[in-house]
């Protein structure tokens, strides 16, 4: 793997150097010193680049921004490829997390701690680093990468320590903690935000046709302006507050609606009052008791994007066993937390009406680009 690494890097540089070549011979013709129109293209073309980089990875973050704990859940089955990418991203942000809580089923312990146990040397450290703890746990399906660690912030009393909920099986920009925390910052402490999510239907039925997609989903890295939304997916991160979920922020509601008990119904998945569908679905779950308690919810803008490395999907199987189908579980959580969508009117329109302010093309060209080459390098 290291050879044919080293070899597409000098594959890239003897391009590289080849078209510089066909550039300077370009800007040298006809007997002319100064450089033509293609070669001033192409220097303008590695500023934007130099400026791009220099933004990513050189611009250190303020010392006065919090630095979050981040949590997700895990299986056995991602142990080998999919887990050790995401952890790795997330050791190396700009502004390092205060923990990382991986949550695991606790009956895949021991064939868990096997499989770390056969990891390379440099991936098996990454699991004792001091800020990285395994938690094995019940499994609460998906909603078990912000439960338990929810939970214990609240028994703690850490209502106001910023919390990233994100998946296992994405490669992190190395600025997406630093950017959530501004993000959340900006907005007066008082909002979620994330960098992937959509506007629930009206008629509370989940998805839209492919045509309509890109109407419906939308990604922090190509926005301009922050974009409310009904649901932010944990699959690209979302920044919350352990208070978003023990207080009410509604203004028609009385006072003693601001100090419910520490923990919520809502937090667990086989309470009776929730629908049997709750144990497999977690962002509309999730979101839905953010609206219930009026905590508006935000895509921000965010300087560059997270790349999905997924290879194993344990969720598909758990609903087949239990003869669901996600569409079906969605819709019955989407018509669950009704009352809480209709208070809020932040409906999706249909046809591309109500879109946010996209970035300029170029911008997200450079987004793109850097994307490509952290893909190629598993960075």
């Known amino acids: 793997m290291l050879s044919s690494s080293r070899s597409r890097k000098d594959r ?23 450089p033509t129109v293609s070669a001033r293209v192409w220097y303008i073309f590695l500023g934007l680049c130099f400026v791009a980089v220099l933004r990513q990875y050189a611009l250190q973050p303020s010392a006065s921004l919090e630095s979050p704990v981040v949590t997700l859940a895990s299986t056995k089955y991602r142990v080998s490829h999919e887990l050790p990418g995401a952890l790795r991203s997330l050791l190396h942000q700009s502004l390092p997390p205060r923990q990382i809580l991986i949550h695991v089923p606790v009956d895949d312990q021991e064939a868990f701690n096997s499989a770390v146990s056969a990891l ?25 990468k912000l439960i338990p660690a929810l939970s214990a912030m609240l028994d703690a009393r850490e209502y106001a320590t910023p919390l990233v909920v994100l998946d296992d099986d994405h490669l992190y920009h190395p600025r997406l903690l630093e950017s959530l925390v501004r993000a959340h910052n900006a907005a007066g402490r008082t909002a979620a935000v994330g960098t992937r999510g959509w506007r629930v239907r009206q008629d509370l039925r989940w998805g839209v ?56 119904a809502v937090l667990d998945p086989s309470d009776s009052g929730n629908p ?35 290879r194993t999907h344990v969720l598909e199987s758990h609903m087949r066993n239990d003869g669901i189908s996600r569409a079906r579980a969605n819709d019955v ?47």
Not at 335 to 363: T, V
């Open 12 to 34: 890239g540089s003897r391009s590289g150097s080849g078209l510089l070549a066909r550039v300077a011979a370009v800007s040298t013709s006809n007997g002319s010193a100064q």
């Open 120 to 144: 390379p040397s440099p991936l098996r450290r990454m699991f004792d680093h001091p800020n990285v703890a395994v938690r094995f746990t019940p499994d609460l399906g998906p909603a078990t």
């Open 209 to 264: 046709v492919s045509d309509e997609y890109d109407y419906h989903v939308h990604l922090g890295w190509f926005l301009a302006k922050p974009y409310q939304v009904g649901v932010l997916t944990a699959n690209d991160a979302y920044l919350v507050l352990p208070s978003f979920f023990r207080a009410s922020a509604c203004a028609d509601q009385g006072e003693e609606a601001h100090e419910p008990p520490a923990r919520p």
């Open 276 to 310: 049997e569908a709750a144990h497999l679905v977690d962002d509309i779950w999730i979101n839905g008791q953010l609206a219930r308690n009026c905590v508006p919810r935000y895509i921000v803008p965010v300087p560059g994007a997270n790349i999905d490395i997924t």
């Open 333 to 379: 959580m989407l018509r669950f937390f009704k009352d809480a969508w209709e208070r809020e009117g932040i409906w999706y329109e249909f046809g591309g009406k109500g879109q946010p302010s996209k970035k300029f093309l170029l911008s997200q060209w450079l987004v793109t680009w850097e994307k490509g080459w952290r893909w190629l390098w598993g960075r």
